[in-house]
């Protein structure tokens, strides 16, 4: 079935670096795709997301770009601050019986230091 | 406005009991979906409830179960308890059966001894 493969972490970054945190997916057609943040002993929050092949999703400094030549839909920051440590998690719909549910990648920690 | 709300937030069980965990959606939602998310994975899913019926499921065994109410609220079950269902049980509301609109709870952390 449909479904995301994310980068390996943890990433350490120190405050003011340039983030990318990679994912790649496979699908049948071109599903949107998400970007879910979750912070320390917190639910998870939709941080972007991109509907169509080509469409760049942005929200609170990050970016990501749906390419459907590379099946990727990597997320990126040019400078990360202390306050954006947290699980960043890669996803997609997945169809079933008339409705959807989300599948997730296996999440990346990132850890930014002053 | 209040968004989805989780109860308890932490359990310890022992193995080959029973739990009961609850959420209850945010204002407007009429589906909840609950998910699995065990230490340094994604969440999985588990299933959907939509109008008081199981909707969908993901590839959970029978052990787990669950209900909605009238008002939308819901329990997840899971009887016989293994160590390995030891994980942070998410929940997450949205209208009309999609995943395109959720609110996630902050989970419930079950510990299984």
């Known amino acids: 079935g449909d479904s995301v493969t994310q980068m390996e972490g943890p990433v350490t970054l120190s405050e003011e670096a340039f983030l990318t945190i990679n994912c790649t997916y496979t699908a049948t057609g071109y599903p949107s795709l998400f970007w879910y943040v979750q912070y320390p002993g917190e639910g998870l929050q939709l941080l972007l997301k991109a509907t169509k092949a080509d469409d760049k999703g942005s929200n609170k400094g990050f970016e990501a770009t749906y390419r459907k030549e590379t099946t990727s839909f990597h997320l990126e920051k040019g400078s990360v601050q202390v306050s954006d440590s947290a699980v960043y998690f890669c996803?997609?719909?997945?169809?079933?019986?008339?409705?959807?549910?989300?599948?997730f990648g296996t999440g990346t920690r990132l850890t930014v230091i002053p | 406005d209040a968004g989805v709300t989780q109860s308890p937030t932490h359990l310890i069980k022992t193995r080959g009991q029973q739990v009961t965990l609850r959420c209850s959606p945010k204002s407007g939602h009429d589906t909840v979906s609950w998910y699995q998310q065990a230490l340094g994975q994604g969440p999985q899913f588990i299933f959907q409830y939509y109008e008081e019926e199981e909707r969908q499921r993901g590839n959970f065994p029978d052990r787990f179960s669950g209900h909605q109410f009238p008002n939308y609220s819901s329990e997840l079950n899971v009887n016989a308890l293994l160590l390995g269902d030891s994980a942070l049980y998410l929940c997450?509301?949205?209208?009309?059966?999609?995943?395109?609109?959720?609110?996630f709870g902050s989970g419930t952390r079950l510990t299984v001894v």
């Open positions: 997450a509301s949205s209208l009309a059966r999609t995943a395109y609109g959720y609110t």
């Open positions: 996803a997609l719909p997945r169809f079933q019986t008339g409705a959807n549910n989300l599948f």
